[in-house]
T-cell receptor, first 117, second 112 residues
Framework: GAVVSQHPSWVICKSGTSVKIECRSL??????MFWYRQFPKQSLMLMAT?????????EQGVEKDKFLINHASLTLSTLTVTSAHPEDSSFYIC?????????????FGPGTRLTVL | EDKVVQSPLSLVVHEGDTVTLNCSYE??????LLWYKQEKKAPTFLFML????IEKKSGRLSSILDKKELFSILNITATQTGDSAVYLC????????????FGTGTRLAVRP
């Protein structure tokens, strides 16, 4: 199956700093990637849709200036958590699927656990 | 607002038992329903269901969709301790890249 990687797998940072998380599709091209956040014992919440070559679309309630998304190539999307605070501590997961549209499943990256002190 | 609800929220069974996990949905322009298994990290794909009444099987796992009643079930027979995980269902909506709306998940614990 298609492989999606994320880097880093975990990160600890101080409050007020910015953290960048990378999501890569290793063996396929993805015009669209998705970013999710998962708090402990809760489900995945879609944060935004990352579109290659255009602006990301954010779900209601997600601050676009705080969670900057860049999808500069067909295999890489980045999520930058700016001025991180302890409440941003969470598990961030990206996903992609090999074809734009169609009826194919999304493949998930292994996730990045962010802890903000 | 789109909604996906799973039940039960958690379940404890013994090895060898059969379990049925439920997922109901209210999603505008529904396209398909997906089941994922999540252990410690990211979800792994189990099934995608698009047509009503057609059972999909993979080993001891099977799933079916009812588009009239807006629900799906995931069955696991002869459970093993390795089946312990959170099982997530998600409804796919047609949009740029097909967004997924996830349910709350069912946490399954299989005791030896």
């Amino acid at each position: 199956g298609a492989v999606v990687s994320q880097h880093p797998s975990w990160v600890i940072c101080k409050s007020g700093t910015s953290v960048k998380i990378e999501c890569r599709s290793l063996d396929f091209q993805a015009t669209t990637m998705f970013w999710y956040r998962q708090f402990p014992k809760q489900s995945l919440m879609l944060m935004a849709t990352s579109n290659e070559g255009s602006k990301a679309t954010y779900e209601q309630g997600v601050e676009k200036d705080k969670f900057l998304i860049n999808h500069a190539s067909l295999t890489l999307s980045t999520l930058t958590v700016t001025s991180a605070h302890p409440e941003d501590s969470s598990f961030y997961i990206c996903s992609a699927h090999p074809f734009s549209g169609g009826n194919n499943e999304q493949f998930f990256g292994p996730g990045t656990r962010l802890t903000v002190l | 607002e789109d909604k996906v609800v799973q039940s039960p929220l958690s379940l404890v069974v013994h090895e060898g038992d059969t379990v049925t996990l439920n997922c109901s949905y209210e999603v505008t322009n529904f396209r398909s329903l997906l089941w994922y298994k999540q252990e410690k990290k990211a979800p792994t794909f189990l099934f995608m269901l698009t047509s009503s009444g057609i059972e999909k099987k993979s080993g001891r796992l099977s799933s079916i969709l009812d588009k009239k009643e807006l629900f799906s079930i995931l069955n696991i027979t002869a459970t093993q301790t390795g089946d312990s995980a959170v099982y997530l269902c998600a409804a796919k909506r047609p949009s740029s890249g097909d967004k997924l709306t996830f349910g709350t998940g069912t946490r399954l614990a299989v005791r030896p």
